[in-house]
């Protein structure tokens, strides 16, 4: 896999171990190659000695599934292991999987610094829902570390990172804001959705928290919503206790299988979409039509240099911005594409594609986040050449 080429800590060879092997018990099932989904709520036990042993340690015996289920238990082995990590948690969601991990680093009177624009409702969470508990925080931009060092206070518990963000693919330079919150006693966790464990080593880089939507390039398939949480033995096991059973947000033993099984092709779908989103990124920076395009592996990124020193993958998102005159232009370029599909999210078999200006009213002439003729596309499994071409017959509709 090319993408793993320069990484010494990863090896190919454990990557196909973990994936195809770690954690799969199957003289327990019949030798199935596939493992079972155990659909079941409750475990039972022989006596009232192995019951009392199991309430003992309910983290590492399935007594009920809001706790342990063994099918979601795999899960939780291979994605701990793929990220280099101890222990993980899987959730309903990536927004639970955020959720859960900022509230395991906050009591009321904390604060806590977080990148510009992180994920909407992460962005959420810290300015509705958190002050009700005397939750504060200050967003800074990430692009300087120092700005977090300079936003810290004496009651910072946590820094939360987004790198890079799926949208404006603004970075953070990782380790030099693990470096400030090691000194000042910091927790750091990211949202690491848009590069994956194997396309940035975040948990190596000194991250004690990281989170992904699982929805995204885990799953694969668009047909799975889940989050994870990866980080040390300590911290799982305490947000086992705490957030995970008091919340409740847990997968389904059946969603979990789902992942289980788009994990087996994770690294050959994360290779072909890079190699096919260079592809089209080129024909997009050659298009006459086209004013900019962002990507963080191509050299005209800003931070080009940060993004090779710190991420192995660089996935299949890209925006560009349309020389197109009016929204009506850009909506007409959009409309008339064939084969990439108009929805939100990403990380699946489908290309996708979405325009800022659907973010506001048509008739909006008030300042926006990010400017009218802004255009996210998602590349997914396509022949490059397929997608290309139905790119190049939208753009003569707008000539
Ligand atoms: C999709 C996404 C989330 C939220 O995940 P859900 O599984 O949809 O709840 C969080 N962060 C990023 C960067 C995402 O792309």
Known sequence: ????????????????YIINHLGEERENYFGAVAPPIIQTSNFA??????????????????VYSRGTNPTVDMLCKKIAALAGADDALVFASGTAALAAAIMANVKAGSHVVCVNNPYSWTSNLLQKFLPKFGVEHTMIDGTDAQNYAKAAKCNTSLFILESP?????????????????????????????????????????????????ASKYYSGHSDVVAGFVISSKQIIER?????????????????????LRGLRTLPMRLDRIK?????????????????????????????HALAKEQMLWCGGLFNILLKAKDVDTVERFCDSLKHFLM????????SLVIP???FYSKDYTGERVHPYNLIRFYIGLEDADFLTADLKQALAKIE
Request: hydrophobic fraction near 40%; charge should be negative.
């Open 1 to 16: 896999m090319s993408f793993v080429e320069g990484a010494s800590y990863i090896r190919p060879m454990d990557i196909s």
């Open 45 to 62: 036990f022989k006596d009232v000695a192995s019951l009392r042993q199991a309430f003992t340690d309910e983290k590492n015996t399935s």
């Open 165 to 213: 963000n799926s949208l404006s693919f603004q970075l953070q330079d990782i380790k030099a804001i693990v470096a400030i919150a090691k000194e000042r006693g910091i927790a750091t966790m990211i949202d690491n959705t848009y590069c994956t464990s194997l396309g940035q080593r975040c948990i190596e880089m000194g991250i004690d928290i990281e989170v992904h939507s």
């Open 239 to 259: 947000m086992f206790h705490a957030e995970l059973m008091n919340v409740g947000a847990i997968i389904s033993p059946q969603n979990a299988w789902l992942l």
């Open 275 to 303: 190699k096919t989103t260079e592809e089209v990124v080129a024909f997009m920076k050659a298009h006459p039509l086209v004013e900019k395009v962002t990507y963080p592996f191509d050299e005209s990124f800003p931070q």
């Open 343 to 350: 929805a939100v999210s990403w990380g699946g078999h489908e």
């Open 356 to 358: 800022a200006c659907s």
